[in-house]
Structures are given as C-alpha cells and as structure tokens.
C-alpha cells in the first residue's frame, strides 16, 4: 500500500503535465528544432533604430541564440560539415528580425507575417500552401 499512493501520484502529476501542452507550443518547438539542425533557411536582419540603418543581414541555414550579456551569435551552415559563427553586439539601439524563409512544414494553413516599421520600409512574406 505504501507504494501504491506514490506511484498514484506520480501517474497524475505526469498526466496532467502532458496535457498542459498546447498544439502551438509542440509546433513551436519542432520548427526551433528544424531551425538549429540547419533544415530551414531563416533571414536575420539587425537594424539600428537610432537613424534606421540596416547594420547587418544573414540568409540562410542558420542557428542563433541570444546570449544574456546583449549578444546574438549565429552559426551559420555554409556547405556540408561547413559551419561559420557571427556575434552580433545588442545595445539599447539596435534590434533584430529573424524570418524562417523556408518554412517547416507543420500545417497545410495559410501563413503569412506583414512587419511595417516606417524605418526598414514595408516586408511582406506570404504563403499560400
């Protein structure tokens, strides 16, 4: 009887963790895992919003990952088994865009993302599956 309550309660407690998870968060996570496996073309681009000058801009089969200390490295897949890795500097006036170019495919939904900043000029990915 005594291991039988604790094994109860750790059958629960794993029952109601996987039913925590949303569709939208499994989705979310496979395509981050495409993405740093090098299987979708993302675009990078680094803007400075002071005078609205794009500073830096990547297109490719890439990983990023934000670092605390307001840096962003990137590593990039060149050619097979041919990696290159960027470190981008963050400051208070600088931001970045990533854009999975290529998409993952997860759902045969239409997708589309508008960012209209005046700064950078109008972007416009649409795809229609």
């Given at each position: 009887?005594?291991?039988?309550?604790?094994?109860?309660?750790?059958?629960?407690?794993?029952?109601?963790?996987?039913?925590?998870?949303?569709?939208?968060?499994?989705?979310?996570?496979?395509?981050?895992?495409?993405?740093?496996?090098?299987?979708?073309?993302?675009?990078?681009?680094?803007?400075?919003?002071?005078?609205?000058?794009?500073?830096?801009?990547?297109?490719?089969?890439?990983?990023?990952?934000?670092?605390?200390?307001?840096?962003l490295s990137v590593i990039s897949e060149v050619s097979?088994?041919?990696y290159k890795k960027d470190f981008i500097y963050l400051?208070?006036?600088?931001?970045?865009?990533?854009?999975?170019?290529?998409?993952?495919?997860?759902?045969?939904?239409?997708?589309?993302?508008?960012?209209?900043?005046?700064?950078i000029g109008g972007i416009s990915v649409t795809s229609?599956?």
């Amino acid at each position: 009887m005594k291991h039988i309550i604790p094994g109860l309660l750790l059958a629960v407690t794993m029952l109601l963790c996987m039913c925590s998870c949303t569709e939208s968060n499994k989705v979310s996570y496979n395509i981050s895992q495409q993405a740093d496996n090098f299987n979708a073309t993302r675009k990078i681009t680094v803007v400075n919003i002071r005078d609205n000058t794009i500073l830096y801009e990547l297109i490719g089969k890439c990983s990023l990952k934000n670092e605390g200390n307001n840096e962003l490295s990137v590593i990039s897949e060149v050619s097979p088994g041919t990696y290159k890795k960027d470190f981008i500097y963050l400051s208070e006036w600088t931001t970045y865009i990533v854009q999975d170019v290529s998409g993952a495919y997860v759902d045969q939904y239409h997708y589309e993302v508008n960012i209209l900043p005046q700064m950078i000029g109008g972007i416009s990915v649409t795809s229609n599956d």
